[in-house]
């Protein structure tokens, strides 16, 4: 709700019972009578419906590469101007962050406009806005909204997410849509149980491949492997081969260390090497200055050296030395 205006409520709404509306903003699809708040803390039911209790407010907000935020094959090089709001997808989930819960001091209650974080974008020669810092999920309408001006100002548009929106918002904003960091945790029941208190993880996928292949979103995914909770052979096998065949094997995986140490090192090298086994054509790990390698004839087609990024072989997306596609998003224009 931005200064001003009503409180708004959500549109992703079925009736269950005289008392009882269903949020389908997210994959809990919260059923809420009276004065009940969802899992997110942000949506409340009141007399009209579903209010929306974060929209607008921004909890930070930073230009920079958009190389930061792994995405790699996303318009390699340019700066975007990366918003986030609060709230939280997963609320059992110990590491949270600090932009979990919405605060409750007006002094931090920040808002800004989707025609004024347009306009800022263009101010700042930025090509183009990423939602980040907190998942959209529990930001929905707001995001909508930015997304769609976004866009109407030609800037690229992408979110940084853990992919618990449910098809039905994503359909809201696949037309809006460019790219995705999907952060996908696991592969496995017990592990996706343990690191975000999620029985029902298997929707992430379907969210995903409807994004990917219905609205031809550019898709990286991001996993940071914990030792002895998800990095099992079996289950990063299964991760990679998910990877490859539910969306590409041009799709870039980043695999990180979730926890420091040796053991969580080591799981990143076994992984990376199933990725590759697995038919995967882009793997990258933790370490700075990685290139990105034409899977083709191996020539260098994007250098990197500490934020910067640079399409040293590339041209009209293909490799400037043996001509093949390399799936790379360098234009607003989706990919049909």
Known sequence: MLAGEPMRYTGLVDALDDETLRCNVCQWR?????????????RVRDDNGLAVHNDGLISAATVGPIDEHRLWHFFPGTQVLTLGGWGYAFPEDDHRGQYGSVPLDEQHRRRLAPERAATFALERLC????????DPSVAHEYVFDLLRTARAASRYTALITSGFLTIEALDQIGHYLDGICLELRAFDDAAYRRLAGVEQWRGILEVAEHAFHRWHCHIEVVTRLHPSVNDAADQIHELARWIRSALSPFTP??????DAGAAAAAAVARARRTGAEAGLFYVYGPEPGQETICPSCASVVIERSGRIARMTGVQDGRCTCCGADLHLRTSIFKRS
Not at 127 to 134: L, Y
Not at 253 to 258: E, I, T
């Open 30 to 42: 919260c059923a809420l009578k009276p004065r009940q708040a969802g899992r997110c803390n942000v």
């Open 127 to 134: 090509r183009g806005i990423v939602w980040g810092h907190s």
């Open 253 to 258: 995986w980043h695999v990180l260390p979730g």
